[in-house]
């Protein structure tokens, strides 16, 4: 049986390196952080933190606190220190919540894309009812499609081995197939 080879195009650079060197985005990516950051600010509307109710009792804490501080700064009273600090607090404790959160989020979504993106740029080996091979797009599979995944191919859809054995590398996005 004759093999058939298809170079996708080069679009990025990461095709070049090494395919054990491509890591997934940084922890800290500036679009990441950047997003989470507008989204923290965003979720200090408390009926965005009504959803998680100790975060909600924290900004409370932290908005009677603020009152208070400016009620003693403006009528002069002595030691509003010690309340300033505990308002800077637990507006830190709040937003570094709401910041975490937002990464999460952020991340999550980006991993999301990531695979939809594969899903449509990969390319599957589907037998047809001929038993011969086809080269197609993965998102023409269908269920009830037999696909052939050699060593180093990105897996292109889920699916079940149904001859032969194999084990996929989960550490790199997307899965690849090894021998």
Known sequence: MATTTVTPPID????????????????????????????????????????????????????????????????????WGFQLQIALWLWFTVMFANFAESMAEA????????????????MAKRITSASKLEIIPASKLRAGDVAICEASDIIPGDGDVIEGIATVDESSSPARAHP
């Open 12 to 79: 990025d650079l990461t095709t070049l390196i090494p395919k054990k060197l491509v890591r997934a985005r940084p922890l800290f990516d500036a679009e990441l952080v950047g997003r989470a950051v507008k989204d923290s600010f965003v979720k200090l509307h408390p009926v965005t933190l009504l959803k998680n109710p100790v975060i909600f009792v924290v900004e409370v804490g932290a908005a009677l606190t603020t009152v208070f501080l400016i009620r003693d700064a403006l009528t002069g009273a002595h030691g």
């Open 107 to 122: 991340r999550g979504k980006a991993q999301a894309d990531t695979l939809r993106k594969t899903r449509t740029d990969s």
